[in-house]
């Protein structure tokens, strides 16, 4: 751990304006940004008294290597940066809310020729209109009863195509579930009318509706065209029906979010009810670990900030009114930047009594039983996590906590196509976003000792080259512009590079010879902080490097199960990565060697005859017809096939995966 007296700026160096700061770690990273109102008086706090701090800053603060800041004009816009930062750079010892699952909302594509309704997770996309989020039942019945009245086209772009080809519309153009625009029986404007109108119900215009769905009947009625009045009175029944599903709790013109939470020392549940014309129309949940020592009203900032910054499409998403259990800190900047999302007026309300205040109870009571399920689901998983990483530090003597590790596996078929797969668990968990794929050519692809040596060779040289690399110093970062994020690549180097940070252990699918070519790769570049073991598949020992034993783990041990999971892990990605490798060999194996006929080329020869036995099959002058491929091009694709034929060379291709004999 680092002493923050090695790296504490001089007091007369810190501005005293406005700004956000960043703390790094040794690797560069950047594990915790900061705003406040005095950058001098904010960052002297966490020098002048390092051991009376609580103990996470404590934590943070001797996890770092050094500190910066970028001033800026206004409290507003240290607010705007410390949320672009946050998210960029994700760091660890900052409050992240994340959803404890992931909610369907019905999106509107109305950035489309012909809008698309359909149920959309994850992010959001620009031109798209969103309503919700719902439960993935009630969301699909919303839908198809809506679609009856609101005939949006629903179909995939595949399905669109097809039936504009074919002049004939698919199912739901047949049951009046869809307009068929496809087919021309209604013009794109006019299908954009009904996607307007489909939006505007689903933002609460739904009496509207209901009131002109009515007169028509009515109307209907007066002329004694009785079927259609059926068929209106039918529509309405659908539309009530889907209006009356939430329940009303609070007057029909309230738009709000209503924001609750519950916590303990560690954790924080949160809850938030939508309120669109006075009824429920969607929830949310998220627990956060209090990896920060914030307050409640801070954690509702950065709740804030996290709930409405995630998504720049923000109109008719943020409500007139937040209703909040205490009010944030930062409160008049929120405001104001919330103001600027929405376009329009925003209040941040704490809610003292009446039905507002009764909702907001109900949403904390959610809250709290959030909390406990998320605590009696987690606590198993977390004591074997923990319990894994304690027994392999144990087992292998490491003076380090396994933070990171690393596992790398081989992959090829008799020499051929030599790949390696490079996977990453931090904490217990994978970590997908660091995982890499390494082919290997020449003669490292001998045999796997040396295509192991070589892989860790070329991963370290990687981390060599990026901490090697310029990181900025202690003290200020330029201010490339009021409230904008400084544009200078050394300022991101930390965050930026591929191979930044560690691994505490590396972990090798082999035996002795795997884990001494590891060990010796390390050695070569001078790394000494790392230490390497492998997994053996026989009888499941554990290597250490220049031993002559292995390190036996009892069967039942968490340790060894981590070990065997990572392991598998990583043997499923490198398989995965061979298979596509080799695939994508085979298919072009017939046309390599044509002097001239690049890979586009190749790929503009098969897209146009469909198969290669089609491309053996064609003249000269046929395969100019190919884009790309001229006269002289041809005659030299069909000379070189007929030479491989002539020759026996172009053997039948087999997909070793399946054992299907490929057509050539």
Known sequence: MADPASYRPQTGEIPTTPGVYRFRDPHGRVIYVGKAKNLRSRLNSYFANPAGLLPKTYAMVHAASSVEWTMVGSELESLQLEYTWIKEFKPRFNVVFRDDKTYPYLAVSMGEKLPRVQVMRGERRKGTRYFGPYTAGAIRETMDTLLRVFPVRSCSPGVLKRAQASGRPCLLGYIDKCSAPCVGRVTAEEHRAIAEDFCSFMGGEAKRFITRLEKDMGAAVAELDYERAARIRDDIVALRKVFERNAVVLSEDTDADVFALHEDDLEASVQVFHVRGGRVRGQRGWVVEKVEDATTPELIEHLLQQVYGEDSDNQGRIPREVLVPEVPSNHHELLEWLGGLRGAKVD???????????????????????????????????????????????????????????????????????????????????KKADYRKFSITGAAATDDTAAMHDVLTRRFRHYLQDKSAQLPKSGEVPNPGAGEPPSDDAALTGAKAKFAYPPNLVVVDGGQPQVNAAARALAELGIDDVYVVGLAKRLEEVWLPDSDFPVILPRTSQGLYLLQRIRDEAHRFAITFHRQKRGKAMTVSALDGVPGLGEAKRKALVAHFGSLKKIKAATALELTAAKGIGPALAEAVVNHLAAAGASGEAAPAVNMTTGEILEI
């Open 348 to 430: 941040i309300r704490v809610p003292q009594r009446g039905d507002k205040a009764a909702l907001m109870s109900t949403v904390r009571e959610n809250a709290e039983q959030a909390l406990k399920l998320h605590k009696v689901r987690r606590a198993g998983d977390i004591t074997v996590r923990s319990q894994a990483l304690q027994e392999l530090q144990e087992a292998l003597e490491l003076p380090v906590p396994l933070l990171r590790i690393e596992c790398y596996d081989i992959s090829h078929v008799q020499g051929t196509n030599v790949v390696a797969s490079m996977v990453v668990v931090e904490d217990g968990l994978p």
